[in-house]
């Protein structure tokens, strides 16, 4: 499964700054389990883990990541 930032999270905004991973590459997240946080121009926010199972990180803390970007995958 995809991981992604979306309007549901971004509101109005199109990109945000990967702040930080609050998991590492190949742990094992459960689904709601807070994994990276996020800043807009508006908000800083945590995103949560879509599902149960192995995390692969896609994109370093510190990117810039545009909505709808894969930045993670869970398998």
Known sequence: MDVNLTKDLLGDEEEA???EWLVE????VAAGQPIASF??????SELEA???????IKK???ELVELDET???ID
């Open 17 to 19: 700054d990967l702040v």
């Open 25 to 28: 590459d190949g742990a094992t």
């Open 39 to 44: 800043e807009t121009s508006k908000l800083v």
């Open 50 to 56: 879509p599902a149960d199972g192995v995390i692969t």
């Open 60 to 62: 370093e803390a510190g």
């Open 71 to 73: 930045i993670a995958t």
